[in-house]
């Protein structure tokens, strides 16, 4: 069978670094990379980039779902690569210059001289001095230059490729740039600092009582980096990949209501579920479960310093989902495995997938249908 979408979750220990395929017939795949995981996944990323096939490295997209540094970390080396200026087509980020601004209005698009990586970096381009012509990499040209977001509550915004994928834009709203609009220095001094916070040793306890783990639901994400982050549904010769970057459980769940709505359905289901905040409590919401039923969820962590993917998290999605659908991690370890227990997947009827190493990520392949 015709592969349609294939979906790398590189090894990017606590981050995000994922690498899309939309396959055509008799064409070069549509590549999109979503984020570039924390700096130490710079090499890893550079590694796989030269993998590809030295005829066609093109990066269709590649997207920087929010400022937080297990995200840019190594978007950043990325986007400085001749590797970038070379093969990337567009670049979909929400700068400070896409946040609305009390003093100047709405938000606004790209203008001539506003720099990416400055943007990226806080480092200003000093005038006249840099980019040398054709330096300047493409910024969110889907969009006119100008912000990636889904506007009120509930919206969405979608974009087609010519025989490529559809891709609809599901979070942020244009309230969530807002709140990140007076905080945006500091969430980038956070980022350029790229302090992870002190680790503590993880004790997972056992998985017992699947229902009592998922039912605080109190607990919300409040980081307003994370809810200002791009979650993108991927479309692709009837195949899908939901890709929630740290997304906020709710405005994720508004958007998809507002889609499966637009469509005449009562849910959105996809494929793949790439699940928002590596699985975190605040974000995998019982409601966001239930509107994006999948037949494979993504946890992309490894547990490092937040101790992804937490309980609650994975509690609410064995108990949402559709029989017979599969979790797929990209690190197997001691918080991980415990998910693999047959007893478990036998009373709950699901499937389990690790890497064999490290070093393998998590891939997964869906095929083309009618
Ligand atoms: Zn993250």
Same mark, same amino acid.
């Given at each position: 069978?015709?592969?349609?979408?294939?979906?790398?979750?590189?090894?990017?220990?606590?981050?995000?670094?994922?690498?899309?395929?939309?396959?055509?017939?008799?064409?070069?795949?549509?590549?999109?990379?979503?984020?570039?995981?924390?700096?130490?996944?710079?090499?890893?990323?550079?590694?796989?980039?030269?993998?590809?096939?030295?005829?066609?490295?093109?990066?269709?997209?590649?997207?920087?779902?929010?400022?937080?540094?297990?995200?840019?970390?190594?978007?950043?080396?990325?986007?400085?690569?001749?590797?970038?200026?070379?093969?990337?087509?567009?670049?979909?980020?929400?700068?400070?210059? #896409?946040?609305?601004?009390?003093?100047?209005?709405?938000?606004?698009?790209?203008?001539?001289?506003?720099?990416?990586?400055?943007?990226?970096?806080?480092?200003?381009?000093?005038?006249?001095?840099?980019?040398?012509?054709?330096?300047?990499?493409?910024?969110?040209?889907?969009?006119?230059?100008?912000?990636?977001?889904?506007?009120?509550?509930?919206?969405?915004?979608?974009?087609?490729?010519?025989?490529?994928?559809?891709?609809?834009?599901?979070?942020?709203?244009?309230?969530?740039?807002?709140?990140?609009?007076?905080?945006?220095?500091?969430?980038?001094?956070?980022?350029?600092?790229?302090?992870?916070?002190?680790?503590?040793?993880?004790?997972?306890?056992?998985?017992?009582?699947?229902?009592?783990?998922?039912?605080?639901?109190?607990?919300?994400?409040?980081?307003?980096?994370?809810?200002?982050?791009?979650?993108?549904?991927?479309?692709?010769?009837?195949?899908?990949?939901?890709?929630?970057?740290?997304?906020?459980?709710?405005?994720?769940?508004?958007?998809?209501?507002?889609?499966?709505?637009?469509?005449?359905?009562?849910?959105?289901?996809?494929?793949?579920?790439?699940?928002?905040?590596?699985?975190?409590?605040?974000?995998?919401?019982?409601?966001?479960?239930?509107?994006?039923?999948?037949?494979?969820?993504?946890?992309?962590?490894?547990?490092?310093?937040?101790? #992804?993917?937490?309980?609650?998290?994975?509690?609410?999605?064995?108990?949402?989902?559709?029989?017979?659908?599969?979790?797929?991690?990209?690190?197997?370890?001691?918080?991980?495995?415990?998910?693999?227990?047959?007893?478990?997947?036998?009373? #709950?009827?699901?499937?389990?997938?690790?890497?064999?190493?490290?070093?393998?990520?998590?891939?997964?392949?869906?095929?083309?249908?009618?």
């Amino acid at each position: 069978m015709a592969t349609a979408i294939r979906i790398e979750a590189l090894p990017a220990r606590l981050g995000d670094c994922l690498l899309v395929e939309c396959l055509r017939e008799g064409g070069r795949p549509w590549r999109m990379l979503v984020d570039g995981g924390p700096p130490d996944t710079w090499p890893r990323l550079e590694a796989r980039l030269a993998a590809l096939p030295a005829a066609d490295p093109g990066i269709d997209v590649a997207v920087v779902t929010h400022i937080d540094s297990d995200h840019i970390g190594g978007m950043i080396p990325f986007l400085r690569s001749e590797f970038a200026h070379t093969h990337v087509g567009d670049v979909w980020f929400n700068g400070r210059c #896409h946040l609305p601004d009390p003093n100047r209005g709405p938000v606004r698009s790209v203008k001539q001289g506003e720099d990416l990586t400055a943007e990226l970096t806080g480092v200003p381009v000093r005038p006249n001095a840099d980019p040398r012509p054709g330096r300047a990499l493409p910024w969110n040209l889907t969009f006119g230059g100008g912000p990636i977001q889904t506007g009120d509550e509930g919206g969405h915004r979608t974009v087609a490729v010519d025989d490529g994928p559809t891709i609809t834009v599901l979070s942020p709203t244009t309230k969530r740039l807002a709140i990140l609009a007076p905080l945006w220095d500091d969430a980038l001094r956070a980022v350029t600092r790229g302090s992870e916070g002190i680790a503590v040793p993880d004790s997972p306890a056992p998985l017992d009582d699947l229902v009592r783990l998922a039912a605080p639901d109190t607990a919300r994400d409040r980081s307003a980096p994370n809810g200002s982050s791009i979650a993108l549904l991927v479309e692709h010769r009837g195949a899908s990949v939901l890709l929630a970057g740290d997304a906020f459980g709710n405005v994720l769940g508004a958007g998809l209501v507002g889609l499966a709505a637009a469509r005449g359905t009562a849910a959105v289901p996809v494929d793949v579920f790439k699940l928002p905040h590596h699985g975190s409590r605040g974000n995998v919401l019982a409601a966001l479960v239930e509107r994006a039923p999948a037949r494979h969820y993504v946890v992309s962590s490894n547990g490092d310093v937040f101790h #992804h993917p937490d309980d609650a998290a994975l509690a609410r999605v064995v108990l949402g989902m559709p029989a017979g659908a599969t979790l797929w991690f990209n690190y197997a370890n001691e918080r991980t495995r415990r998910w693999d227990d047959p007893r478990l997947r036998d009373r #709950h009827d699901y499937g389990t997938r690790y890497p064999i190493d490290d070093s393998a990520g998590a891939v997964l392949e869906l095929a083309a249908r009618p």
